[in-house]
T-cell receptor, first 113, second 115 residues
């Protein structure tokens, strides 16, 4: 079965610093992969997705992620953190037929002055 | 107006009560999903529906039932609520057309507390 692992349930960075949120998937077949963001008291919003085209995917708000098959990873990065990036981030993989998503357990990003 | 709406946004109920959470969408999508979110566990799929006559169980369907009243409406019911069903519930939709099925769009969530 497909699984998604997010390393680090909480990540804290300084404003202006690099953001790196880690995601690894388990699958013998490269899946479709997604990053979603959840701001406080809101639903999930799609940041970016990998669907077997370019391995470096650019998303909204300056985020990007690189699909690395050899490492089964899809880490999310942003060169310079902003206070407004503070939120919970979820990595997800589409599993099998029917467009079902398997989510990681989430990473809470805190941005400090 | 929001494309995916959920009602109520917050609900407190007692053990044993029947509860219905409703989801409506104006995106014209035919696929709809119900998830629950628990701290430290991410989101888990409860039920999903590909059209009005196609409803499927997800990974944690026990204790829940659903109804797809129309393409735009998908309701989740807890027949007899229990405290461990306290969670944040999300509805999501996606488009079945080729090339568009991979993105799910989420509602704002319903926070349910079962005492």
């Amino acid at each position: 079965a497909q699984s998604v692992t997010q390393l680090g349930s909480h990540v804290s960075v300084s404003e202006g610093a690099l953001v790196l949120l880690r995601c690894n998937y388990s699958s013998s077949v490269p899946p479709y992969l997604f990053w979603y963001v959840q701001y406080p008291n809101q639903g999930l919003q799609l940041l970016l997705k990998y669907t077997s085209a370019a391995t470096l995917v650019k998303g909204i708000n300056g985020f990007e992620a690189e699909f690395k098959k050899s490492e089964t990873s899809f880490h999310l990065t942003k060169p310079s953190a902003h206070m407004s990036d503070a939120a919970e981030y979820f990595c997800a993989a589409r599993t099998g037929g029917g467009n079902k998503l398997t989510f990681g357990t989430g990473t809470q990003l805190k941005v400090e002055l | 107006d929001a494309d995916v709406t959920q009602t109520p946004r917050n609900r407190i109920t007692k053990t044993g009560k029947r509860i219905m959470l409703e989801c409506s969408q104006t995106k014209g999508h035919d696929r709809m999903y119900w998830y629950r979110q628990d701290p430290g566990l991410g989101l888990r799929l409860i039920y999903y529906s590909f059209d009005v006559k196609d409803i499927n169980k997800g990974e944690i369907s026990d204790g829940y039932s659903v109804s797809r009243q129309a393409q735009a409406k998908f309701s989740l019911s807890l027949e007899s609520a229990i405290p461990n069903q306290t969670a944040l519930y999300f509805c999501a939709t996606s488009d079945r057309r080729i090339g568009r099925t991979d993105t799910q769009y989420f509602g704002p969530g319903t926070r349910l507390t079962v005492l």
